[in-house]
Each structure stands twice: as structure tokens, then as C-alpha cells.
């Protein structure tokens, strides 16, 4: 075996993606709330970046390096300004009190814009935690209650065994400890329901809640007797109550059907997940990304961005004669040079996010206007492909801009992605789009009389009727889809 050591060059091609690329990738997939976030982060990092207020001038969105600037007045000394500019906003964020004004009083945008956006919210645990330190228990079952607590599952579960809570904690606390630590977390932290180790645990312990009066509630009668039937059939019929098997629920329990009917609503009024209701940390207001209005003057839909929030961004002419000032040191212009490119390249990246959004959603549009016109189900199969072509981008770059958009129209708040969607072929010769036929699954159930429930063959049946043909397996995937469950469970009883 011998190792040989030699040099060659080698002709190739290698292809990268430029940050600048990189960047206007990033900001055409974001949505609207995003991107509110993203310029404002910006807006705190980069010095050289400006905030206006929101305008409609649509000139203002154009890179600033394409607009002709004043003569330049900067030198060494405006690096040291900036290091004092900085020091005052953090000052002044920091501080409580009314928002910076610059010189002439008016409010500061730049300020505005990043105090503006979201904060983190609290977390299940520490919600829950600062409520167990403020709680009235025994001193020994401080400690597990808040490894307990720790322990929790977004739901306000707890999804562990004894032993993995006290292995998580690293203690050597007994079970009996543990135990009783649970049953403290269960009886003295809100809403009831916290801390169960399952479903039926969890709808237990706020039935007990509800009867004791500790939710705040003050039960009628008829209200205590539902409250005690759910409980009868949390504890001895849950698995039939799961399975919709009331009549079996009547005859093993010797309950009239309609106590148990009342028992079933009562449990419908209950939370399955209590921690979610208390925190939700991942719940974000559906922001539209585009408006769609309807003139009826012309018979069309217009589109417009519904970007009015946004700031209105520039770069810093003081920044930018800085960059290109012979008289400020290297260090300086490099430094205030990287944060004008940077500047410039998130300008010219929410630019070409409006022009491309805007495009896509009037393409749309136009060839979507049966579902506009008449609803859902005349929605037509529609591949991204098509509309690349048509306004002269690649498919990936549609793929960016509907990623996570919403689009408010007269038919309610929609998602724009769902109007691209696969099809098949009518009984007529026409066309329907998958999300047309799940659309009319979720109608013929709507429409069945529940007392003697559709099944996944009489639905595909119905569907036949239409002119749609389509398999039983495929009537059981839409429905799966859409959420419906299964003709047993969607049975009606008494």
C-alpha cells in the first residue's frame, strides 16, 4: 500500500445562493405578521435602516439607492454619534414612560416600529408556577408540585410517570410524596383539570370542580343531576361513551336516555385541554396578506396588499455618505457599509415581495372567479406551474408567496394556498377540485338526518348523483380531512 500525494486543477460548475437571494426568499415566504416582526428586528439592528410612517405612496417602497441623495455631509465624527444614538435608545427602551420624539416633536417611526412588535408570551409552566408559589400548601410539597408542574404537556397534562418526574428533577422523593404533590396541583391550581394524567382524569376532576363549587359556578338542580350522571359515566362507561354505544350506556347503567343525553351535553361544555385554554402559546391572529373587494361598476375583483401597518422603509442618507466618505476610517466605513448593503437588499426584498404577491393573487383571481362568484364547491383544479408561467416566475417563487398567506374576500377569510389544488374529472366532462369534493362531502353530511347517519358508501353515492365518482376509501379520507368521524359516531340516540 503506498499514499501518494499530488495537485490538479479541475474545471466545474458550482452553484450558490447569494445572501441577497437568500434574503428575498426568506421575506417573500413570510406572512404579513412576520415580516411586521422581521422589519422590526431590523429596525433595532441595523443602523442605517429608517422607518416612516405607513404611506400609500407606492414610490416609497423602491430601493432607496435607486432615488438620487443630498450632497455629502458626514466624517468620523458621526460613528461616534451613532454609538450614542444607540445608547440612548436602549436607555429609552428600557425606561418606562412616553415613546422617544425626535427634535421637531414628532414621534420617532424607527422607535415605534420595534416597540410595536410582540413580546414573549408566558409560558404554561410559568403561569402555573407563579401561581403554585403564591398557593397555600404544605412546605414538603413545594418542590415535587414544581417538578410536577414542570412535567406538564401543553394540554396542562401530565404525560410522565412518578418516576420520570422525579428522575427529571433529579430528587429522591417517595411516590406517597409525589402523590400528594399531584393531588395538591390538581385541587389548587386553575382551571380545573390541571395536572390530570389523562382525558378522563381531567373531565373528572372539573365534573368534581363544577359539583363542589369551586369553579366559581353555582350549579341549578337539573344542572347537579347532569353533573352527577357525567361522572357515573366517566367512571364506569367511558369507553362505550367513546364509542357512542349509548343505548349499551342505558342498559348497564339504568339511566333513561335522556339523562344521558344531558350528562353528554354537560361534558361538551368542559375543556379537554385546560392548559391550552389558560396559555396558548402558539395562537397568532390570522392577518390577511391581501384584500379582495368586488367592484361592481366593472363586474370584477380587485386586489390590493393589505401591508398599510408596515413602516415605510429607507436607508439613512447621513449612513450612507458615511459609507462612501473618504475622510472616515476603514473600520468606520466598512462597518456603516455592510449595514447600507443589508439596508438596501431588505428594501429591494419587501419590494419584490408586494409586486410578486400582488401578481400571483390577481392570477388567482382570474382564474378562480367561479369560486368567488359561486362558493366553494366551484372551485376549479388549479397547479401552481400554471401561474408561474403565466406571470413569468419558477413555481417555487408561487410556492414562497402564498406559503402562509391569507386572503380576506367577500366569501369570508381564506387561505391562499388552498385555491391551488388537484382534480378530477366530472361525469359531465367538467372538472372538480379536490377541495371542491371534500367541500361536498362535508355538505351531504351536513344535510343527513343524524338519527340514521350517512354511511361512507351512501356518501359516495351522493356524490355519484352529482356527477362526481369517486371510491369509498377516498369518501373516508376527506372525511378524515374535514374532521367528521364515522356514521356510528356521528349516530343521534332517542
Known amino acids: 500500500m503506498r499514499f501518494e500525494h499530488s495537485q490538479r486543477t479541475v474545471a466545474g460548475q458550482q452553484m450558490r445562493m447569494v445572501p441577497r437571494l437568500i434574503q428575498s426568499m426568506e421575506v417573500l415566504q413570510m406572512p404579513a405578521a412576520e415580516l411586521?416582526?422581521?422589519?422590526?428586528?431590523?429596525?433595532?439592528?441595523?443602523?442605517?435602516?429608517?422607518?416612516?410612517?405607513?404611506?400609500?405612496?407606492?414610490?416609497?417602497?423602491?430601493?432607496?439607492?435607486?432615488?438620487?441623495?443630498?450632497?455629502?455631509?458626514?466624517?468620523?465624527?458621526?460613528?461616534?454619534?451613532?454609538?450614542?444614538?444607540?445608547?440612548?435608545?436602549?436607555?429609552?427602551?428600557?425606561?418606562?414612560?412616553?415613546?422617544?420624539?425626535?427634535?421637531?416633536?414628532?414621534?420617532?417611526?424607527?422607535?415605534?416600529?420595534?416597540?410595536?412588535?410582540?413580546?414573549?408570551?408566558?409560558?404554561?409552566?410559568?403561569?402555573?408556577?407563579?401561581?403554585?408559589?403564591?398557593?397555600?400548601?404544605?412546605?414538603?410539597?413545594?418542590?415535587?408540585?414544581?417538578?410536577?408542574?414542570?412535567?406538564?404537556?401543553a394540554d396542562g397534562l401530565l404525560d410522565a410517570t412518578l418516576g420520570e418526574v422525579r428522575a427529571a428533577a433529579g430528587a429522591d422523593w417517595p411516590d406517597e410524596l409525589l402523590e400528594r404533590a399531584l393531588?395538591?396541583?390538581?385541587?389548587?391550581?386553575?382551571?380545573?383539570?390541571?395536572?390530570?394524567?389523562?382525558?378522563?382524569?381531567s373531565l373528572l376532576l372539573q365534573v368534581d370542580a363544577a359539583l363542589d363549587g369551586r369553579d366559581g359556578s353555582e350549579p341549578s338542580e337539573a344542572a347537579r343531576a347532569a353533573l352527577g350522571d357525567a361522572r357515573t359515566i366517566l367512571q364506569g362507561h367511558w369507553v362505550d361513551f367513546?364509542?357512542?354505544?349509548?343505548?349499551?350506556?342505558?342498559?348497564?347503567?339504568?339511566?333513561?336516555?335522556?339523562?344521558?343525553?344531558?350528562?353528554?351535553?354537560?361534558?361538551?361544555?368542559?375543556?379537554?385541554s385546560p392548559g391550552r385554554d389558560l396559555v396558548d402559546e402558539g395562537a397568532r391572529p390570522i392577518v390577511?396578506?391581501?384584500?379582495?373587494?368586488?367592484?361592481?361598476?366593472?363586474?370584477?375583483?380587485?386586489?390590493?396588499?393589505?401591508?398599510?401597518?408596515?413602516?415605510?422603509?429607507?436607508?439613512?442618507?447621513?449612513y450612507r455618505r458615511m459609507s462612501k466618505d473618504a475622510s472616515v476610517d476603514e473600520r468606520t466605513r466598512d462597518f456603516v457599509g455592510t449595514n447600507v448593503r443589508s439596508a438596501e437588499w431588505l428594501i429591494e426584498a419587501i419590494h419584490h415581495r408586494r409586486t410578486t404577491l400582488l401578481r400571483v393573487a390577481e392570477e388567482v383571481i382570474a382564474r378562480q372567479r367561479a369560486w368567488f362568484d359561486e362558493g366553494p364547491e366551484a372551485l376549479r383544479p388549479l397547479e401552481m406551474a400554471e401561474v408561474a408561467r403565466t406571470i413569468?416566475?419558477?413555481?417555487?417563487?408561487?410556492?414562497?408567496?402564498?406559503?402562509?398567506?391569507?386572503?380576506?374576500?367577500?366569501?369570508?377569510?381564506?387561505?391562499?394556498?388552498?385555491?391551488?389544488?388537484?382534480?378530477?374529472?366530472?361525469?359531465d366532462g367538467g372538472e372538480a377540485s379536490f377541495e371542491a369534493v371534500?367541500?361536498?362531502?362535508?355538505?351531504?353530511?351536513?344535510?343527513?338526518?343524524?338519527?340514521?347517519?350517512?354511511?361512507?358508501?351512501?356518501?359516495?353515492?351522493?356524490?355519484?348523483?352529482?356527477?362526481?365518482?369517486?371510491?369509498?376509501?377516498?369518501?373516508?379520507k376527506y372525511r378524515e380531512q374535514l374532521g367528521i368521524p364515522s356514521a356510528r359516531h356521528r349516530k343521534s340516540h332517542g
Open 36 to 153: 411586521q416582526e422581521r422589519i422590526a428586528q431590523e429596525l433595532e439592528r441595523n443602523v442605517a435602516l429608517e422607518a416612516g410612517e405607513p404611506s400609500f405612496d407606492l414610490d416609497l417602497v423602491r430601493p432607496e439607492h435607486e432615488r438620487p441623495i443630498g450632497e455629502p455631509d458626514a466624517s468620523a465624527e458621526g460613528f461616534e454619534r451613532l454609538g450614542e444614538m444607540e445608547r440612548a435608545y436602549g436607555e429609552l427602551m428600557d425606561a418606562e414612560g412616553p415613546r422617544p420624539r425626535r427634535a421637531d416633536g414628532e414621534r420617532d417611526a424607527k422607535m415605534d416600529a420595534m416597540a410595536n412588535a410582540p413580546s414573549r408570551g408566558e409560558t404554561l409552566a410559568e403561569r402555573l408556577l407563579h401561581d403554585w408559589r403564591l398557593a397555600e400548601v404544605d412546605p414538603a410539597l413545594r418542590a415535587p408540585g414544581e417538578a410536577v408542574i414542570e412535567s406538564l404537556d
Open 288 to 318: 390577511p396578506d391581501v384584500v379582495v373587494e368586488y367592484d361592481a361598476d366593472r363586474d370584477r375583483y380587485v386586489a390590493a396588499l393589505a401591508d398599510g401597518s408596515l413602516p415605510v422603509l429607507r436607508v439613512s442618507p447621513e
Open 392 to 427: 413569468g416566475v419558477s413555481t417555487g417563487t408561487v410556492s414562497r408567496a402564498v406559503s402562509g398567506k391569507w386572503m380576506q374576500t367577500p366569501r369570508g377569510m381564506v387561505e391562499l394556498r388552498r385555491f391551488f389544488s388537484g382534480g378530477l374529472r366530472t361525469d
Open 438 to 476: 371534500r367541500q361536498m362531502v362535508k355538505d351531504v353530511v351536513e344535510a343527513e338526518d343524524r338519527a340514521a347517519p350517512l354511511s361512507d358508501e351512501a356518501i359516495a353515492q351522493r356524490l355519484k348523483d352529482r356527477g362526481v365518482t369517486i371510491a369509498r376509501r377516498t369518501v373516508v
Open 183 to 201: 393531588r395538591a396541583v390538581q385541587q389548587k391550581l386553575d382551571p380545573p383539570g390541571i395536572g390530570a394524567r389523562d382525558v378522563r382524569e
Open 242 to 272: 367513546l364509542e357512542n354505544r349509548l343505548p349499551r350506556i342505558e342498559q348497564r347503567a339504568h339511566l333513561p336516555m335522556a339523562r344521558i343525553q344531558a350528562a353528554r351535553d354537560m361534558l361538551r361544555r368542559l375543556r379537554l
